[in-house]
């Protein structure tokens, strides 16, 4: 019997689409004629913007009351390689005193953005923050280079807001904390043994529980990029799965493609484990939550 182990909702199949998130075309014409941008928020708080709920939920948890937070890729329904900026989106980054975005290629509309902005905002780039080395850019499911993400957002909105720097302080700590729980979760589940992926997306989290990504290179690069698998390499992969040589397919159901499916398919054909995972956060969920519910799903599979 097949066993299919999930830890969110699955998501329908898309159509491939690039790796690269969609650029923003033109932004110097967003704002209409007779329009400017408005006047910087006098509230009191300090305006996050941030590219992905991921990032959004890590500021939001070191701020606190103190500051507003605005996610522009929000939800496991939204395919983050088809996103488009919108005038909004640009108008968020005019108002905005911290901006962080992912980095190492993952989000390059951001850039985009700022630059159409002429934004003086403190930018943290959570590739580089992170200190890892790539050339894989989901740092997010690194839990090592997450908290460095989290110490980056304390010193930044420390300075932007000395006021408020002890809470700032105390707020990162206590996620620190709770994201230091998560990586002995990961070495408790230390487990050897090779895995396949239809994107490289969880492979940090995977590594930390000691398993081995062994799917061909060309396969996962081709379903990034949204390009042509090679034959072979899909061969190779679904080799892989029909042969039972890995222990498990972590799928990204948030980008799923004909190919990926087929691979899936092959997994349950031969009773693989299947555990899914999304690029950004399941509705309710906040980042320990998230990635305690990953874990989980791991450490059911390998139970197996």
């Known amino acids: 019997m097949t066993l299919l182990i999930t830890n969110i909702i699955s998501l329908g199949t898309r159509k491939p689409t690039m790796n690269k998130l969609i650029p923003v075309l033109a932004l110097s014409t967003l704002a209409l004629a007779g329009c400017s941008a408005p006047a910087a928020q006098d509230d009191g708080l300090v305006h996050i913007v941030a590219s992905t709920s991921v990032w959004g939920d890590i ?24 996103f488009e900026a919108s005038a909004r989106d640009q108008l968020a980054i005019s108002d905005a005193d911290l901006i962080i975005e992912n980095g190492g290629g993952y989000d390059p509309f951001m850039d985009s953005l700022v630059s159409a902005a002429g934004s003086d905002a403190t930018l943290i780039n959570a ?17 090592l280079g997450t908290e460095k993400v989290v110490a980056a957002v304390v010193d930044e909105l420390s300075t932007i807001d000395p006021t408020n720097a002890a809470a700032y302080k ?17 070495n ?34 081709a379903i990034e990029e949204g390009s042509d698998v090679p034959p072979l390499a899909l061969q ?16 990204n159901s948030q980008t799923a493609s004909p190919e990926t499916e087929r691979v899936r398919q092959a997994a ?7 555990v899914e995972f999304t690029e950004t956060l399941p509705a309710g969920a906040d980042y320990v939550s998230w990635m305690t519910a990953n874990l989980d799903a791991v450490a059911a599979a390998l139970s197996r």
Do not use: C, M
């Not at 605005?70 to 329904?77: K, R, V």
């Not at 349950?268 to 299947?274: I, K, L, N, Y």
């Open 236 to 251: 190779d992969t679904l080799d892989l799965l029909s042969s039972k040589s890995v222990r498990l397919l972590a799928y």
């Open 268 to 274: 349950e054909d031969a009773g693989v484990p299947v």
């Open 170 to 186: 105390a707020n990162g700590e206590t996620l620190t904390t709770a994201i230091k729980g998560l990586e002995t979760r990961a």
């Open 188 to 221: 408790n589940l230390a487990s050897e043994g090779d895995v396949a992926v239809t994107e490289p997306v969880p492979v940090y989290l995977l590594q930390a529980v000691g398993l081995t990504n062994v799917t061909p290179d060309d396969f996962t690069e």
């Open 127 to 143: 590739f580089d923050a992170s200190g890892l080395p790539g050339p894989n850019e989901h740092v997010w499911y690194s839990f």
């Open 59 to 82: 500021a939001s948890q070191v701020a606190g009351d103190h500051a507003s937070v605005t996610s522009f890729i929000d939800g496991p329904d939204v395919d983050p390689h088809s």
